[in-house]
């Protein structure tokens, strides 16, 4: 690829993100991050798919190809060398966590 100034930028931009998230306490602040927002967004798509009730099928299939798509990719095998999931992985593994969880409190709401 040609160094131009964009790839310069998106190079250093990188680069510095990745420092910045090198950070422990950084790392787990956006992974807590991502589940709250799962957790939330469970919650969300419970009511808001639940007031029509057009789409329960097609939500939930979505739902649930979208939960076993973030496992697969969180919980195949790791290659040699790698230790540590991609923060990424990490983040999109919590979400996948609290929308479950929130999805399970609606669950529980609706039963009482």
């Not at 950084?26 to 029509?52: E, P, Y």
């Not at 329960?56 to 979208?66: E, K, M, R, T, W």
């Amino acid at each position: 690829m040609q160094r131009t100034r964009l790839t310069t930028l998106l190079e250093t931009l990188g680069n510095r993100l990745g420092r910045w998230v090198f950070n422990p306490w950084r790392r787990l602040s956006l992974v807590i991050i991502g589940l709250l927002f799962g957790n939330f967004f469970g919650t969300a798509i419970s009511t808001i798919a639940g007031q029509t009730a057009d789409f329960d099928v097609f939500i939930s299939a979505l739902l649930v190809v979208g939960v076993e798509l973030i496992s697969w990719l969180f919980y195949r095998r790791p290659r040699q060398g790698e230790r540590q999931p991609s923060l990424p992985l990490e983040v999109a593994n919590a979400f996948k966590l609290g929308l479950i969880y929130g999805l399970f409190v609606e669950a529980f709401k609706l039963g009482s």
